[in-house]
């Protein structure tokens, strides 16, 4: 409805409703907050990855684990929270680690090529769950889901009929944890010189092929950990997948945008979620939701 001349009106419009659609009330900012905190651990996690000279395109099937292994152990009955929480947490990044440990393994012992390995492994993590689910114990008859997990296994919200969750702490601890370990611990120096320059990292003795098995094993451990903390705080149970979620391939923009620092992912997830926040606003007011996409 406006021609070229009032391009930035355009633009302002746009932006305003964007802001209205992710931050306008406390229904959009909570919307907005459960966008984002699955996009801190997978753009982490990327970051953790690339950092390390690798392409860790498999983060959808280790979210994916991550979900699984949270979805089992919290339908387990008859733990108190203060085991039961950290257990479906611990569960999750177990699942995630254990996943993204076969391609890391195989790249530093075969030499096959991570990315074409992970992105295998996502469809295989996929398919794994959806049998899980409907063809096991695990989950409920006649529906296409695993059982609500148990009130000791949740994870508290802002609001009890909003699905935004204090998981986004969780989230920001974690990209704080990694930005330390990167750039102030031995490990992680080690990290970065493989990342930077393997020859030169391996003439001054740091074994390569570890670091590399320990860098998709992080990368894992953080998406899992990603996937458990979104049945935890958000869906309370896992359905059976019809395609990816998606959360993974959006953390490598995430990580990408944030030049692969983990304190920067939070800043670019918090874009990233409110731009998904804001997409229905936008069709609201006259702008094809596609606009998101495109950004």
């Not at 999750?92 to 492994?121: C, D, F, Q, R």
């Not at 010189?193 to 030169?200: I, R, S």
């Amino acid at each position: 409805g406006y021609s070229i001349f009032d391009y930035f009106k355009a633009l302002s419009d746009m932006f305003t409703v964007i802001w209205q659609g992710s931050f306008g009330n406390q229904l959009n900012t909570l919307n907005t907050v459960f966008y984002l905190t699955p996009l801190i651990f997978t753009g982490v996690a990327n970051a953790v990855a690339f950092r390390t000279g690798l392409f860790n395109i498999g983060i959808e099937g280790q979210f994916i684990m991550g979900m699984l292994m949270a979805a089992i152990i919290g339908a387990m009955p008859g733990l108190p929270a203060v085991i039961h929480l950290p257990l479906v947490l611990i569960g999750g990044m177990v699942g995630g680690g254990l996943w993204a440990s076969i391609p890391g393994y195989l790249k530093a012992k075969v030499g096959t090529n991570e990315v074409i390995n992970t992105i295998m492994m996502n469809y295989i993590a996929l398919y794994t769950a959806n049998f899980v689910i409907l063809r096991t114990a695990f989950g409920v008859p006649g529906k296409a889901s695993t059982p609500i997990i148990q009130e000791s296994a949740k994870l508290m919200r802002f609001l009890p009929q909003y699905q935004a969750n204090y998981g986004v702490f969780i989230g920001i601890a974690v990209a704080l944890f990694m930005a330390w370990f990167l750039w102030k611990s031995t490990i992680g120096y080690e990290l970065r010189a493989v990342g930077l320059n393997p020859h030169g990292a391996e003439y001054g003795g740091i074994n390569i092929a570890k670091s590399i098995v320990l860098s998709m094993v992080l990368s894992g451990f953080i998406g899992g950990l990603g996937g458990a903390v979104h049945i935890a705080g958000g869906k309370h149970y896992m359905d059976d997948l019809s395609r990816l979620p998606g959360y993974g391939f959006g953390g490598i923009a995430v990580a990408l945008l944030a030049k692969n620092h983990p304190i920067g992912c939070i800043f670019a997830a918090l874009l990233f979620g409110a731009l998904d926040s804001s997409s229905k606003m936008l069709q609201l007011n006259g702008i094809p939701k596609e606009i998101v996409y495109l950004i």
